[in-house]
């Protein structure tokens, strides 16, 4: 993790320049706000993952002399069959789809984003998922 988090601040670095430099040229503000928010973006991931590198252990990407099977195992724990994320999709497409033809349509596209994010929230919590 640590030559990823490193990878990204070097990225930051990179967009905040180009940022400055298509503001300048360019004058144009939609596109110097996306690249200031790329950069934002970038900072935000590259401090998360040189954090998070300094309090794990050493993985697999980090030695020079690993290899592809070092890096083999158990990668943590998914939901099997979850349902939740399809509904998520549908109200989350619904929503952009407001935008093009009314922002009536987010009237029933919320309801569904909301049952799907709760639904997967308290997945394990309830039926036969259920924690003893």
Known sequence: MKI?????LWLSLFV???AAVYGVWSKEPA?????????GLCVMVGYYLAFTARRVDVGAGDDKDADVADDAGELGFFA???WQPLSLA????LA???ICF????MYFSAPI???GLLGWVFEFYRGENQNQ
């Open 4 to 8: 990823q988090g490193k990878m990204f």
């Open 16 to 18: 905040l320049v180009m």
């Open 31 to 39: 596109g110097t706000t996306a690249l200031f928010l790329a950069f």
């Open 80 to 82: 099997p069959h979850s």
């Open 90 to 93: 549908l109200g989350g497409s």
């Open 96 to 98: 952009f789809l407001s």
């Open 102 to 105: 009314g922002w009536w349509l």
């Open 113 to 115: 984003i909301l049952v």
